[in-house]
């Protein structure tokens, strides 16, 4: 069976996660604040903060933008339902705009539409890898802050700029099934110093010092420690980010393989009328191409049929309300 997601990892995985283990070091530590650095780098910002999921990066995110009860924040229908689960999480209410039938990112219109003075955010997801034209948001957007779902898009990349530095705020996800795996696993991107320290203390039960950052401390205040807000418990650890950082390295190579395996879906399937494909990288638009998506009438028989020849598939549907 030709599976839908495989993560391409190897022995220099398993050598990373068995040189942790021997540090005796696993959780929040040496190895998550290399990744951070080196991850943030990549994406040309200055700060990145490791959790625990794409799902407790959008959700820290709304806390840092003191989203509550009465708020809005728009977000597409063409999504993973944390994208509106973490807006629920804080009390506000999603709104949802409709997605372009070209792109299958936010449609401008919609969101135009649903702009209202209760409006706090708005939450582009670039579906499938593909980035949303950003600065087409903005100009809507004016004053109203970005938070980038880079959930499908780790990689891809907007007029030669990385995702997840483009609004306010990127959030990223390193599941199993993702460009960057780690098995579980998210990030922060931020530019926002006060933003980065707040989130790392978020993470961390609302603690202003990580455990391992108290070994650096004056030895003789290292135990101590203050909580000035309500935090969660959602950040990375070594053993998710010694993998992170190998696949990091691998991540080029990883998405150009990608953009080889879409080149062959284009050629091959360019001529079946009963298929709509989606659209090709050009000098704006870089995909990282997590998934390829393909639109027809008869979803449910093609994607039978292609099961039957060993050939696995999913399929995504837009969603119109959200139960509270």
């Known amino acids: 069976m030709i599976e839908i997601f495989k993560p391409f990892m190897g022995q220099a995985e398993i050598k990373a996660i068995g040189e942790v283990i021997r540090s005796g070091w696993i959780g929040l530590g040496p190895k998550t604040a290399e990744f951070e650095n080196k991850f943030a780098k990549f994406c040309g910002v200055q700060y990145a903060i490791g959790v625990n999921s794409a799902t407790s990066a959008l959700d820290l995110a709304m806390r840092l933008l003191k989203i509550g009860h009465g708020d809005e924040v728009i977000v597409p229908t063409m999504t993973f339902v944390s994208t509106a689960h973490v807006v629920a999480y804080n009390l506000a209410t999603p709104i949802f705009a409709d997605i372009d039938p070209i792109t299958m990112n936010i449609d401008f219109k919609d969101v135009l539409r649903k702009v209202s003075k209760r409006t706090k955010a ?146 091959g399937l360019k001529d079946i009328q009963e298929i709509e494909l989606p659209l090709h990288d050009d000098e704006i638009f870089k995909s990282a191409w997590h998934i390829f998506h393909i639109k027809c009438l008869k979803r449910n028989d093609l994607s039978e049929f292609l099961r039957e020849k060993g050939i696995n598939t999913v399929y995504h549907q837009r969603k119109s309300r959200l139960l509270v």
């Not at 100009?139 to 990689?155: M, S």
């Not at 483009?166 to 110093?193: P, R």
């Not at 933003?195 to 205040?221: N, P």
């Not at 650890?237 to 991540?251: H, T």
């Open 122 to 267: 708005i939450i582009p997801v670039h579906y499938s890898g593909r980035p949303v034209d950003m600065d087409q948001l903005k100009e809507i957007a004016v004053d109203i802050p970005l938070v980038e779902d880079c959930a499908h898009a780790t990689g891809a990349r907007y007029k030669e700029k990385s995702v997840g530095g483009l609004g306010n705020i990127g959030c990223f996800s390193f599941h199993a099934v993702k460009n960057l795996a780690m098995g579980d696993g998210g990030a922060l991107t931020v530019n926002n110093e006060e933003w980065m320290e707040r989130a790392k203390r978020l993470r961390w039960l609302g603690i202003d010092k990580g455990t391992w950052d108290r070994t650096e401390v004056d030895k003789s205040y290292w135990w101590q420690y203050f909580v000035d807000e309500i935090g969660l418990k959602c950040h990375m650890n070594d053993l998710q980010a010694a993998i992170g950082l190998v696949q990091l390295k691998k991540l080029s190579s990883m998405n150009n393989r990608r953009r080889k395996i879409v080149n062959l879906y284009f050629e």
